[in-house]
């Protein structure tokens, strides 16, 4: 089955792919110059393209050359989320350049995707179809011209509407745009799709394309302009904060995990989720990335959005493991079985259900995430810390319930050692908070249960046959959520309990520089059939714990053995399957974030072996 699925050529495979936004949403467009995926308006709303998830019924934008054979190629503009896809031919050279309009004096509620097509050498003839399909596919529309627009209105309760500007001429042939136009070497043709939802008005003038384009790469330019890195792999590391820029909202400041959804973790399998949404888990590793670059403003807004999610609670509340990007609390899972999924890998799901599990570790990456931000940031306000003081009571209440754990299993709830581990990152950053800042807090029972977290860690989740930590509580597996450990501080990396365990990893999860969660057969079971690829960014804790144990040489190799997997424009899906191919959500934040966390560890450490100062 497997086989059958990989060889239907009908979709561009999904590391075939560069990303374009504005801080509202993203687009997907891939190398033969199609746009394949996009929600729209916003991160989270429902599509208005999805050609990657079906072809037929998904809708698209596509625009290309007709030359015979052409060499395909894609890149960014340095230093920006500019777009360009390019053809190379014997007879002719052609690109589209694709971007979404930021930093302009655009009013905020318009949203706008430019493609502007050129003809660099020869005459090139392309071919355009603009073939939107509303609400996920669910909605019909009508698509009618009028002086050089198109406009595009869904059947839906929304009426929801685009228009489509063109320089060159289009006809509406069904329900889509279409068009055939010549151009000459120098010459160039632009496209515009804007929101129209509500009558709103246009935004596109006379020069508003060549206006937009030198705005939009002067934004991108100056805010990675910013950034305080200057180690090795620069390259990549911009890059990295360049996807997590494109995925941080401009209205709320929280980061969505990735703009795609039920993009699957196996070909042809069922773990297909929707990543559209914000973590409480990646708070941490957010506002550590976006600290050590520089980017403090950012990290401050997202800082607001987690107090905010803070204050709303109730006496004893629990937090969610994730809301929506704006702070919406409901995130109903639904599948879409009009949709054949991703080369048939069904079902397509919209919403996620895990949103109402228990996953008792998002109190720990909350609690150092408040912790770092305070530290390296600004000051966290009185009124925060009475909320925060609320939770940790909350967890030293309810800490030794089992749960479903960082992986978010759906086949029973385990006591799981990563849950633990991060219970105690919770009370033990709470309690260097409280102090640092002399706040009042329950001193004593604090310092009581982060010593019994601790103990418990040691006796119960340490399996002494074979000299390593375990996944669960009675288990015999390990797992790579394990190299946490002492990247959170609760472990030195050169205490010989930790180097058996990673050797352990080393042998059961580890080949070669990538890295699996677990072992399918003997770890948590979680509910699904099939398997699943290496996840990458359990790659990069790998290769950055390597690097605080001792081995940096050997990290670098396997870092840079990981650099090598990314795509062609330096982005990464959620996992890597058999062949190499990115499987899961993509581009995926949390490997971006693990990313810059092993640059700036394994950079460091390099420097201080050759006394190299960066």
Not at 584 to 589: K, W
Request: aromatic letters at 12%.
């Amino acid at each position: 089955m497997d086989h059958g699925v990989r060889d239907d050529t009908r979709y561009q495979p999904i590391e075939d792919h560069g990303v374009v936004g504005d801080l509202h949403t993203v687009a997907l467009v891939g190398k033969d110059g199609s746009v394949d995926l996009m929600s729209f308006p916003g991160f989270d709303s429902p599509t208005i393209f999805a050609a990657l998830l079906d072809h037929d019924r998904g809708g698209r934008f596509r625009i290309a050359p007709e030359l015979a054979g052409p060499a395909q190629k894609q890149l960014y503009l340095p230093d920006t989320n500019v777009l360009l896809t390019r053809w190379l031919s014997a007879a002719g050279v052609a690109e589209v350049s694709d971007f979404m309009p930021v930093g302009t004096d655009l009013p905020d509620h318009p949203r706008v995707l430019v493609r502007r097509v050129k003809c660099v050498r020869g005459q090139v003839t392309f071919d355009l179809c603009c073939a939107p399909r509303f609400d996920y596919g669910r909605a019909g529309h009508t698509a009618h011209a009028r002086e050089r627009q198109i406009y595009f209105t869904a059947r839906d309760a929304a009426g929801t509407a685009v228009r489509l500007h063109h320089e060159v001429p289009l006809e509406v042939r069904g329900d889509d745009a279409v068009g055939r136009f010549t151009l000459a070497a120098g010459e160039t043709a632009a496209f515009v799709l804007e929101e129209a939802t509500g009558g709103l008005e246009s935004v596109v003038g006379p020069d508003s394309v060549s206006r937009w384009f030198k705005d939009t790469v002067n934004f991108w330019r100056h805010w990675i302009g910013r950034s305080r890195y200057s180690g090795r792999w620069s390259e990549i590391v911009n890059r990295s904060a360049l996807v997590l820029k494109l995925l941080v909202s401009r209205t709320h400041g929280s980061l969505v995990a990735a703009p795609t959804f039920a993009l699957p973790e196996q070909p042809g399998g069922e773990r297909n989720w929707d990543y559209r949404y914000t973590w409480i888990r990646d708070a941490s590793f957010t506002l550590y990335a976006l600290m050590r670059l520089g980017y403090t403003e950012e990290a401050g807004a997202f800082m607001r959005w987690i107090a905010d999610r803070c204050t709303e609670l109730g006496a004893d509340e629990p937090m969610q493991i994730m809301y929506g990007h704006d702070g919406r609390r409901v995130l109903t899972e639904e599948t879409l079985p009009h949709l054949e999924g991703y080369r048939g890998s069904a079902p397509v799901r919209i919403g996620n259900g895990a949103y109402d599990q228990l996953q008792l570790d998002i109190y720990g990456e909350l609690m150092d995430a408040v912790y770092l931000y305070n530290k390296y940031g600004e000051l966290i306000p009185s009124g925060l810390w009475d909320d925060l003081v609320r939770l940790v009571d909350h967890v030293c209440a309810h800490w030794r319930r089992p749960d479903e754990g960082i992986w978010e299993v759906r086949g029973g709830r385990q006591e799981f050692l990563y849950s633990r581990l991060m219970c105690w990152v919770a009370v033990d950053r709470a309690i260097r908070l409280g102090d640092r800042r002399s706040f009042p807090y329950p001193r004593q029972r604090w310092h009581d249960v982060r010593d019994d977290l601790y103990r418990e860690i040691f006796t119960e989740f340490w399996d002494p046959q074979r000299e390593t930590f375990v996944q669960y509580k009675g288990s015999g597996t390990v797992d790579a959520s394990s190299l946490l450990m002492p990247l959170m501080r609760f472990v030195s990396p050169t205490d010989p309990r930790w180097r058996s365990t990673l050797a352990a990893i080393t042998a059961d999860l580890v080949d070669d520089s990538l890295v699996r969660r677990y072992r399918q057969s003997d770890g948590a079971a979680d509910g699904f059939t099939g398997e699943e690829g290496t996840f990458s960014v359990c790659s990069f804790w790998y290769c950055e714990v390597v690097a605080r144990s001792g081995d940096v040489q050997k990290a670098r190799l396997l870092f840079e053995k990981m650099l090598g997997y990314a795509n062609h424009l330096g982005l990464y899906a959620e996992e890597l399957g058999p062949h190499g191919e990115h499987l899961g959500n993509f581009p995926q934040a949390f490997t971006h974030l693990g990313l810059i966390s092993a640059a700036y560890a394994i950079d460091r450490r390099l420097s201080d072996d050759s006394g190299w100062v960066g």
